[in-house]
């Protein structure tokens, strides 16, 4: 886990240093000291209209918010890197605050591996959704991971039937409850009573392939208990989100 601690520290001092240089350059441009260029025109722009500069997006992780919201999010998943380097591996993960969460999914497995001595590619994660909300969880699981910051869109998650309801007059987006990732190996996919729901970063619900081979939108499919057949939720567009657009 330490190496995807630090893959995700030099992302955010990246973007970090890029927003910290742009807004020196602009304040500069503004008092006549340094030339106002086309980027720092434009950048100007985006601020007065509330949208994040084109020169900070291109640094950052995908995001729909507008600039207020977006500046919230990520002194929030600053606070969730410093917290975690500070206090140690937190027993619940915010994966919504990963800028690349699926390096951390696969950091998961390949612990497990190495705990078992297995091969990684025979490992698959099952899925467990907890009645503890993550405050409640002090401890970290013996195997895998606890995760929450999930949404969920075109359905809700019933507490008392333990399983996906229909969604609510007027709801459009719902939590989800924490999650425990359980790495198994050799496992077999249950063929009912579940729905096989795709996770993705933004309500886009596309993106394209990067050099790692990831999508840069959608992250891995989830069982959640379900006792609707998988069409019923697939024509209702159900989908969980790692972040919202406000």
């Not at 985006?46 to 977006?70: C, D, G, M, Q, R």
């Not at 229909?166 to 709801?171: A, G, I, L, V």
């Not at 886009?204 to 081979?213: E, F, H, M, V």
Request: charged fraction near 20%; proline fraction near 5%; aromatic fraction near 10%.
């Amino acid at each position: 886990m330490n190496t995807v601690l630090v893959q995700e520290v030099i992302r955010y001092n990246r973007l970090l240093t890029v927003i910290h240089q742009t807004l020196n350059d602009l304040l500069k441009a503004l008092k006549g000291l340094v030339v106002m260029s086309q980027s720092l025109e434009t950048m100007a722009a985006s601020l007065y209209n509330n949208t994040v500069p084109e020169l900070w997006a291109s640094k950052a992780y995908p995001s729909l918010k507008p600039l207020a919201s977006w500046v919230t999010d990520l002194l929030a998943r600053t606070d969730f890197i410093i917290n975690w380097i500070d206090n140690g591996i937190p027993p619940v993960f915010w994966i919504s605050g990963f800028f690349f969460p699926q390096a951390f999914l696969t950091g998961t497995l390949q612990n497990f591996a190495r705990k078992e001595v297995i091969s990684i590619d025979t490992i698959t994660f099952g899925f467990e959704v907890k009645r503890e909300t993550a405050e409640q969880l002090k401890e970290r699981p013996s195997n895998g991971c606890y995760i929450n910051g999930l949404f969920l869109e075109g359905a809700r998650w019933d507490m008392n039937k333990f399983e996906l309801g229909e969604s609510r007059p007027k709801e459009l987006f719902t939590d989800m409850p924490v999650m425990w990732l359980v790495p198994t190996a050799n496992r077999q996919q249950p063929s009912e009573g579940i729905y096989l729901c795709p996770v993705y970063k933004t309500l886009t619900r596309a993106g394209t392939l990067s050099t790692t081979g990831h999508s840069t939108n959608y992250v891995v499919a989830v069982e959640v208990p379900s006792s609707k057949q998988q069409s019923h939720w697939i024509k209702r567009g159900v989908a969980l989100l790692c972040a919202l657009n406000y």
